[in-house]
Nanobody, 115 residues
Framework: QVQLVESGGGLVQPGGSLGLSCVASVSIHSSDPMAWYRQAPGKQRELVAR???????EYADSVRGRFTIGRDNAKKTVYLQMNSLKPEDTAVYYC?????????WGQGTQVTVSS
């Protein structure tokens, strides 16, 4: 069983920045993906960014160039740096990890972009 704990959400003004972190309770092999998804009210959960060794990080078109995903395997942590935030980035952000073929989700952290 893997537990994922997110932190770093909150309220930020348009154009601002916010960083999210997700710590796993056990090591996730670098070849297994870790990712961030988000779900806005009334919308389906969507992939924001994904990272695993041997491949370039993947980004949703809507965040490419503004968001950066990073990973520290020693700390069992995946990060999401979000810059130039827009109101449409408002959502609950979920951490994702796959380990030994099983998918795990964090509990989610709210990000609200509003003036």
């Amino acid at each position: 069983q893997v537990q994922l704990v997110e932190s770093g959400g909150g309220l930020v003004q348009p154009g601002g920045s916010l960083g999210l972190s997700c710590v796993a309770s056990v090591s996730i092999h670098s070849s297994d993906p870790m990712a961030w998804y988000r779900q806005a009210p009334g919308k389906q959960r969507e992939l924001v960014a994904r990272i695993r060794s041997g491949r370039d990080p993947e980004y949703a078109d809507s965040v490419r160039g503004r968001f950066t995903i990073g990973r520290d395997n020693a700390k069992k942590t995946v990060y999401l740096q979000m810059n130039s935030l827009k109101p449409e980035d408002t959502a609950v952000y979920y951490c994702y990890a796959r380990r030994d073929g099983t998918v795990y989700w964090g509990q989610g952290t709210q990000v609200t972009v509003s003036s």
